[in-house]
């Protein structure tokens, strides 16, 4: 949690954003490349060095991907790119990541976010208006329900059927999580203010966070995770971080001011759509890209009060 001071190190540094978003581009096509090797090499190849350890099958099929928070980060950079400069070759980068991510990493609540993250930012960026939307809706239904039979015999198919027998039967993930935010809901109780606090992660005597011998997991219910370490008082700050996101990065509720880029918007956007299973703000695998999320939007206010630009 000491990576939220990496703040401070960022926003005092000018950060050339257009090299650095470049970077983030390139080093995630690498590290998307060296995924698919692995995958498609399967116990021919050991490239990374936990591969078999995170490796579980879902659907039918192998679900793997190493990278971490980063693999999500990437896409949303590069669409961001995409939208900014239009060049075909950031959009081509970005759907060859996303199929990546839905074939290899498996996660319905990715799925969900990155769609959800796709639209808002198509939007923000007049791509996409309501009117627009209706006109090609009919177009997208009978799309829909040509392709749909035609995905039943994939992965995707049998994904879908997994979870709608998970949501009806309440068992699976779905169960299981349910049942994890009951426990963690009651553990908050205790202490709603404060929340249980940071817990040393090797311990398992007393440590009301660990819960392996249920198969409970804090890392997968999202916001719980949030709440359980921190209480309301970490909620009310997470509330106002948001709100003076949305003042430093919106004109108004639908236009960013000039200068932002969408990428850092999506961010955002796909946290918050995604945190009923991932916390994508204070968990250890994300929380550096908060704070040089938070930095590059601040950047511009901060360059033009110094009279650089």
């Not at 993930?173 to 404060?194: H, T």
């Not at 011998?213 to 719980?224: A, P, V």
Request: one cysteine or more.
């Amino acid at each position: 949690y000491y990576f939220i001071l990496f703040y401070f190190v960022f926003a005092s540094k000018k950060i050339n954003q257009q090299k650095l978003f470049k970077l983030i581009v390139l080093t995630g096509i690498l590290l998307f490349v060296l995924n698919n090797i692995q995958y498609l090499l399967w116990n021919k190849v050991h490239i990374f060095q936990s591969d078999y350890i995170r490796a579980q099958i879902r659907a039918g099929s192998l679900r793997f991907l190493e990278g971490g928070f980063f693999t999500l980060f990437t896409p949303i950079i590069t669409f961001g790119e995409y939208l900014k400069t239009n060049k075909k070759i950031y959009l081509f980068a970005f759907i060859y990541m996303v199929i990546t991510v839905i074939i290899q990493g498996k996660t319905r609540a990715v799925i969900f976010g990155l769609t959800v993250t796709v639209f808002l930012m198509l939007y923000l960026s007049r791509r996409i208006t309501f009117k627009k939307v209706a006109y090609i809706a009919p177009s997208l239904i009978i799309v829909s329900i040509l392709v749909v039979p035609l995905l039943k015999s994939t992965f995707l198919g049998k994904l879908y059927k997994q979870t709608e027998s998970e949501v009806g039967g309440i068992t699976g993930n779905v169960g299981i999580r349910i049942i994890g935010y009951k426990y963690y809901f009651g553990e908050v109780s205790k202490s709603p203010l404060f929340g249980r606090g940071i817990w040393n992660f090797t311990s398992t005597k007393g440590n009301p966070e660990n819960m392996e011998d249920e198969k409970l997991f804090l890392s997968d219910i999202g916001i719980m995770w949030f709440l359980f370490h921190f209480g309301m008082l970490g909620a009310i700050w997470l509330l106002f971080l948001l709100i003076r996101v949305y003042k430093t990065a919106f004109q108004n509720f639908n236009k960013l001011k000039e200068g932002v880029h969408y990428g850092l918007i999506g961010y955002f956007v796909f946290s918050l759509s995604t945190m009923v299973t991932i916390d994508c703000f204070t968990s250890h695998a994300a929380i550096i890209y908060l704070t040089l999320t938070l930095a590059l939007l601040n950047q511009p206010y901060q360059i033009k009060q110094n009279g650089i630009c």
